[in-house]
């Protein structure tokens, strides 16, 4: 079993730039891929990055260029760096972990908030 905690999530003016970080309860990144989903009221949720056991990462094109998904694996803690926020960029952030061949996981979402 793995616990996926999300913290950095808040209120922020558009323009402004927002730090999420997702703590695993123990080192899995060399079995999965870590994720940052999000989810807008009456939307379905979506894939805005993720990093790869190898370090590669993946973007999707409404966020590309400002944000950054990173991490530390000594602290098993997954960043993502939101930079130039949108009103658009307004939703639940989740952290996700994927594996083809072992079960994934969740974390419980942090809200994202950008006024305009």
């Known amino acids: 079993q793995v616990q996926l905690v999300e913290s950095g999530g808040g209120l922020v003016q558009a323009g402004g730039s927002l730090r999420l970080s997702c703590a695993a309860s123990?080192?899995?990144?060399?079995?999965?891929?870590m994720g940052w989903y999000r989810q807008a009221p009456g939307k379905q949720r979506e894939l805005v990055a993720r990093?790869?056991?190898?370090?590669?990462?993946y973007y999707a094109d409404s966020v590309k260029g400002r944000f950054t998904i990173s991490r530390e694996n000594d602290k098993s803690t997954v960043y993502l760096q939101m930079n130039s926020l949108k009103p658009d960029d307004t939703a639940v952030y989740y952290c996700?972990?994927?594996?083809?061949?072992?079960?994934?996981?969740w974390g419980q979402g942090t809200q994202v908030t950008v006024s305009s």
């Open positions: 996700n972990a994927d594996s083809p061949r072992l079960p994934s996981y």
């Open positions: 123990r080192s899995i990144f060399s079995f999965y891929i």
């Open positions: 990093i790869f056991s190898g370090g590669s990462t």
